[in-house]
């Protein structure tokens, strides 16, 4: 048996103890989607060359494992390895961590009432880009929040921290280290292409 | 004389006085572009169908206006006014704050180094269409978080009042809380297509 959930540490913890004997739970996870949910926002390409963690432990069998793999490999995916907390921290960190962001971002701006109109109105592409993910499901990024709470706790503060720094140089003006700060920023994003 | 920098309280009460007798300065702002730099990232359709805000005081000359105005309407424009504080502060939470955000958020999953490689690795098509506006130009935006200083900390400090508010939903496990948060982020994003 395995999943496809956003999140593993739980989910496999919970699942594994459960197996009748002979029979056994691989924990899984296609890092594929768009801001779309359900069977009706699937296309035949989805999983094509993206990565698929898999994240056995130490009680897996070698064969179940193998079969998962298989699974994952014919539907296109390059399948990656990795324990649960570190699958957990990936995804907080990656993809938890900016959708919790992205739904800030848009109910600040949203809810900002200190002008005579609607400050939405003048988002351009940049900001739409941006946001697109905000417009994710609300029920499926509750049950992420939820379960992937240590993790994703760890990534806000990891964040809010850079973000403190950052509204400190904007507060004094400091040229030089707003610069260093950006340039840092630009040369991680873009070595991801 | 008009220009077509980011920001516009310090331009205009900088410039306006320096205009020669007979002769107006008319702060612009057209909203288009995208994280590239410099001529060569220009085309021709750039202003097209795009929002271009002046920002006209009680000192412009109604003739020096419209001469602008036309300039941006000849250029596909829809041309806006406003004054140099609204066009600060929507300018502040619908680009700059977005950046400041963008730029945070690629230094903190950067930066992190509790796991044994790289988190960025990770990344897929999410987290790079949100971090896109992080490749933008250190020194443009060294410039617009200098200038736009009081608008862009009221906007951080809003931002982070709300990012707050969504860390103590997530500590506290509170589902309904978190769904009511996330389900207001979509209705307002989805309100701007």
């Not at 298989?70 to 960190?93: N, Y």
């Not at 809010?160 to 509204?167: E, K, Q, S, V």
């Not at 610069?179 to 873009?190: I, N, T």
Request: with cysteine.
């Amino acid at each position: 048996m395995t999943d496809g959930g956003s999140v593993k540490g739980e989910i496999v913890a919970s699942c594994e103890p459960l197996m009748p004997p002979g029979t056994f739970f691989v924990g899984g996870h296609p890092i594929a989607g768009t801001e779309k949910s359900g069977v009706e926002a699937a296309f035949a390409t989805l999983y094509q060359h993206r990565r698929c963690i898999l994240t056995p432990t130490e009680a897996t069998n070698p064969e179940a494992l193998a079969k998962v793999e298989r699974m994952w490999q014919i539907a296109g995916s390059d399948v990656v390895l990795m324990d649960t907390f570190k699958h957990d921290r990936v995804m907080g960190a990656v993809s938890h961590l900016p959708h919790m962001v992205a739904y800030s971002l848009v109910n600040a701006v949203g809810a900002y009432d200190r002008c005579d109109e609607n400050l939405l109105k003048y988002s351009a592409g940049g900001f739409r880009d941006f946001t697109r993910i905000a417009s994710s499901d609300p029920v499926m990024w509750r049950d992420i929040a939820v379960m992937n709470r240590d993790a994703l706790l760890e990534m806000m503060d990891f964040f809010a921290g850079w973000f403190a720094d950052l509204r400190r140089l904007v507060e004094s003006g400091d040229s030089r280290g707003l610069e260093q700060f950006f340039a840092s920023s630009k040369g991680y994003r873009d070595g991801i292409g």
